[in-house]
């Protein structure tokens, strides 16, 4: 018999051949992508900083679509780096907060086929270490000798904070209790006498996360008669920073404009810090003092006077108003037009007082006083004021 070529035998090889190539598609039509390569390794922990959670697909027919799960939150963009169209590079990066993260990731092809891979890892945290705000006195403050405030804030944006501790010239002073809350601030603080010399402070704080933040500045305690720039005032707590402090002392003081009642604040352009009488303006990168025109926005003028003016009386034509006697030697001593403006009314009586508005002031006549330098004092119009307005 004829052991070589037979037609049978060719058919059936042909057969066979389609049955495994048939068999071969219906296989490959039920391959599911591949994940391989996931990072961070599952159960692995991972060092404070941005963490990168990303990995490799691949698949029998052309990938479709992706999907990213962190801690049951979809992650709506990933990035892609498409090698091929069958072999994909999967990555995203984000701070995260310290403890364990669960990450999902399904793929999928154009068959419909998806597959889907689960991993876990801990991360430490973001490296974002506390924050410091408000330093008081300034850095490079020079204050007269006295009671000093010395004071800072601090926060953290990822973290409650764990620890604080202030130090003056290397002895700690303060170490508040932290506030238990992300981006909660914390104020260490402590007033005591200094006696002249220069001041190092620093404040060194800790989160939950293990950051650590360490802050330092000077400050210099003037001799009597030294130069100062920065005052503060322990009756109400508050500081008055350059220029206004230099205005205060240079044209009245206490007298004149009472103490701060609340601190430096921008407002529009403009730093405005209140006074028991007084409002304190400047614009931004301005050093030049303005005063808030409070005896204007607390009474309107009255009409012009009819009755001329007696004769020690200063008339002043723009407002129809004349100043005299004692009030018009103080007006003169503490100012005039630069401090206390034109006058609204002439000398009126009011809740029995007798007394005279001006653009930004209200002088009171102290029977108790007369004779003496306090014959004349200032209503608390900064007090009033800010009553009403409430900044």
């Known amino acids: ?36 390569n996931a990072v961070p390794v599952n159960g692995s922990r991972i060092d404070q900083g941005d963490v990168t959670i990303g990995a490799e697909a691949r ?24 090698n091929s169209e069958r072999f994909w590079q999967i990555q995203y990066t984000a701070p995260l907060p310290r403890g364990p993260h669960d990450v999902e990731l399904t793929v999928t092809d154009v068959r419909g086929r998806e597959q889907t891979y689960r991993w876990r890892f801990t991360a430490a945290g973001p490296a974002s270490p506390p924050k410091f705000g408000s330093p008081l006195p300034p850095n490079g403050a020079r204050l007269p000798q006295g009671d000093v ?21 290397g002895v700690k002073v303060a170490a508040p209790t932290p506030k238990g809350g992300t981006n909660e601030r914390t104020t260490a603080s402590v007033s005591r006498a200094l006696d002249p010399g220069q001041y190092s402070a620093q404040a060194e ?4 996360n293990g950051g650590r933040a360490v802050f330092q500045w000077q400050f210099t305690v ?3 008669g030294g130069s100062t720039d920065t005052l503060f005032f322990k009756d109400t707590g508050f500081y008055v920073l350059a220029p206004f402090a230099t205005y205060w002392a240079q044209n009245g003081g206490l007298a004149v404009f009472g103490l701060p009642i609340g601190a430096a604040t921008d407002q ?26 409070l005896g204007s926005e ?27 006697g004692s009030f018009r030697a103080y007006w003169e001593a503490h100012g005039g037009l630069a401090v206390f403006g034109l006058p609204l009314t002439e000398e009126i009586t009011e809740d ?31 007090r009033t004021r800010l009553a009403q307005t409430g900044r």
């Open 1 to 36: 018999m004829d052991r070589g070529f037979s037609p049978l035998k060719a058919m059936l090889g042909l057969l066979a051949i389609g049955v495994i190539g048939v068999l071969g598609f219906l296989v490959l039509q039920g391959v599911k992508p591949t994940i391989k």
């Open 59 to 82: 698949g029998e027919a052309n990938l479709q679509g992706v999907r990213l799960r962190v801690d049951s939150k979809n992650v709506d963009d990933p990035v892609i780096k498409a």
């Open 352 to 382: 029995g007082r007798r007394v005279q508005w001006f653009e930004r002031a209200r002088f009171e006549f102290n029977p108790q006083g007369a004779g003496t330098p306090n014959e004349v004092i200032l209503g608390q119009l900064g």
């Open 222 to 224: 003037a001799a009597a």
């Open 149 to 169: 405030a010395v004071a800072l804030d601090a926060f953290s944006e990822v973290a409650a904070l764990d620890s604080f501790a202030l130090t003056l010239n």
């Open 268 to 293: 529009n352009g403009r730093t405005v810090q209140w006074f028991e009488r007084a409002r304190f303006e400047r614009t931004s990168g301005s050093q030049q003092v303005q005063l808030g025109l």
């Open 205 to 208: 704080v800790t989160d939950k």
């Open 298 to 324: 607390l009474r309107k003028p009255d009409p012009p006077s009819s009755a001329p003016p007696a004769g020690d009386s200063l008339f002043f034509p723009q407002t129809g108003h004349s100043i005299g």
